[in-house]
């Protein structure tokens, strides 16, 4: 039955898409691209990619091309593994270089994934993507891309409709205006901004994607990037009934790359809303500093600022980190300056290249303190459609990962990785309130908070991939679980193992 469905799906969105170009994103936190993204990292800890923004995605299939066309060039030392990632991608992206006349392409992709986990009933999940995209001169484009999950109908957070067990929705629908150096953008995508290998503080990729205008420009060691973007509205229920709250993020930043082993990144965002409220224009302002303006205003909206950066002393060798700030305090005038400083920092460090050629291992560090993310007006927390739209860890907790992968011939990868995470009783969505006003004297607290839930997760996985058209995959992990759900000395173990099969079929002309 499932199968039948899926054809009609299949039916349905090919006849209801609009008909790639290099203005064309490649998505975030998908399986059909995840590949390319992991290349480019790798690429870069190399140092072949200096002329890439790297914390600024996501990217454009012409910023890859042109980025390729430089590590080219730059291949003097190069291993076996170099030259094969380099040829995967000048095959996936030389013809996005130059092109004249209308570009047309369509795509599409498949995923099974079978899963079986100790104490559950093992499951077959799929996943389809279909995607089409039209460019019929070099200012104008348009992309749509269709996605029907079975996991995304288990999604607790997701309240869109499911049929026959499956969910769908547009992860990407645009259409983008190019000028010289500068992009307008109108429609939906999902942003990432920072360098965190697992999920950026400010704004991450793993939430749902955003519906926004977005203007976006480069020149040579400097890019720059504005949006606007209409959240999930917020039902707040009083003595009065129901009321139904606009939500709105504004986001702006600003990469900054000196030199080929240097780049700094400055982000702000900020989350606002109200009954009946719209869009403000001092918010959709590129160049205006938000957390001024709020103050300014007078309004209680929730701002966000966040500075990256990665350092790359050797080739193979990259540092990198990021800090976001909330709300800190700089007086001590009155009991609310007792507030504690609502921060998140991530550090990090890669080593490329390690005694074999493509063996990379990278540690990693990621800490984010209680009532981040959170605020008193309920629907100025850092969620869109019950997701974080910063990292994915929330508040009040923190992470330490380490993974290690390699080539064991073209096309043959093989890794391992080890997290170990701490979550405290600090929730997003918790109920704002104040205690520093209680307290006799300094108001401090313990990190995590409360009952802590430690969990350490090991897993594997071999995967083989064919010219980025089939991939198959096998994977096991083992879970340990203390304190679960914050719940003292309650305990549990999983073990999950596991196959995927994936294939895309794509055309352009």
Not at 128 to 147: E, M
Not at 400 to 405: R, T
């Amino acid at each position: 039955m499932k199968q039948s469905c899926l054809v009609v799906l299949v039916c349905m969105l090919i006849f209801s898409c609009p008909l790639a170009n290099s203005s064309q994103t490649i998505p975030l936190n998908d399986e059909t691209y995840d590949w390319v993204y992991q290349y480019l990292d790798y690429l870069f800890s190399r140092g072949l990619l200096s002329g890439l923004h790297y914390a600024t995605k996501p990217y454009t299939r012409e910023e890859v091309a042109k980025s390729i066309v430089l590590a080219r060039d730059e291949m003097d030392n190069s291993n076996w593994v170099d030259e094969y990632m380099v040829r995967r991608l000048e095959n996936e992206f030389s013809k996005d270089i130059g092109s004249e006349g209308t570009q047309i392409s369509g795509e599409i992709g498949f995923l099974d994934n079978f899963q079986g986990k100790s104490k559950e009933r093992s499951v077959s999940r799929k996943k389809l993507s279909l995607s089409a995209g039209i460019k019929p001169n070099p200012y104008f484009s348009a992309y749509t891309r269709y996605v029907v999950d079975e996991d995304l109908a288990k999604e607790s957070t997701y309240t869109g409709k499911v049929w026959q067990g499956f969910a769908g929705d547009a992860s990407q629908s645009y259409i983008c205006f190019d000028l010289s150096n500068v992009s307008l953008f109108l429609g939906r995508d999902r942003l990432s901004w920072g360098e965190s290998h697992f999920s950026s503080l400010i704004l991450s990729q793993d939430g749902f994607p955003l519906d926004m205008f977005r203007l976006q420009g480069q020149w040579g060691m400097l890019k720059f990037a504005s949006f606007a973007a209409v959240l999930s509205p917020q039902d707040v229920e009083d003595s009065a009934g129901t009321a139904r709250i606009n939500r709105y993020l504004s986001g702006h930043r600003l990469s900054f790359k000196p030199c080929c082993w240097l780049q700094i990144g400055f982000s702000e965002t900020v989350i606002y809303g109200g009954e009946n409220r719209n869009m403000e224009l001092y918010y959709l302002v590129p160049f205006i500093w938000y957390h001024g303006v709020q103050l300014n205003e007078g309004k209680d909206d929730n701002t966000f600022f966040a500075v990256d950066f990665n350092l790359r002393p050797l080739k193979d060798l990259t540092f990198y980190g990021e800090l976001l700030i909330d709300d800190i305090q700089v007086e001590s005038k009155s009991k609310s300056d007792n507030e504690p400083d609502e921060l998140g920092y991530m550090g990090g460090t890669s080593l490329a290249n390690i005694l074999l050629p493509g063996l990379e291992a990278s540690l990693e560090y990621e800490r984010i303190s209680n009532w981040t993310y959170n605020q008193n007006k309920p629907y100025n927390r850092y969620l869109h459609k019950g997701k974080s739209l910063g990292s994915k860890l929330g508040t009040d907790a923190d992470m330490l990962s380490f993974s290690l992968s390699g080539w064991i011939a073209g096309g043959l990868r093989l890794g391992l990785s080890y997290f170990l995470t701490r979550k405290g009783q600090g929730r997003m969505d918790a109920q704002w309130t104040q205690p520093w006003l209680d307290a006799n004297g300094k108001y401090e607290e313990k990190f995590p908070t409360g009952i802590v839930e430690k969990k350490k997760t090991s897993r594997g996985f071999i995967e083989y991939d064919h010219h980025n058209l089939l991939k198959i995959g096998v994977f096991a992990g083992y879970t340990d679980v203390r304190n679960r759900d914050n719940v003292e000395n309650s305990t549990d173990y999983s073990c999950e193992a596991g196959f995927s099969f994936f294939f895309r079929l794509r055309g352009s002309k």
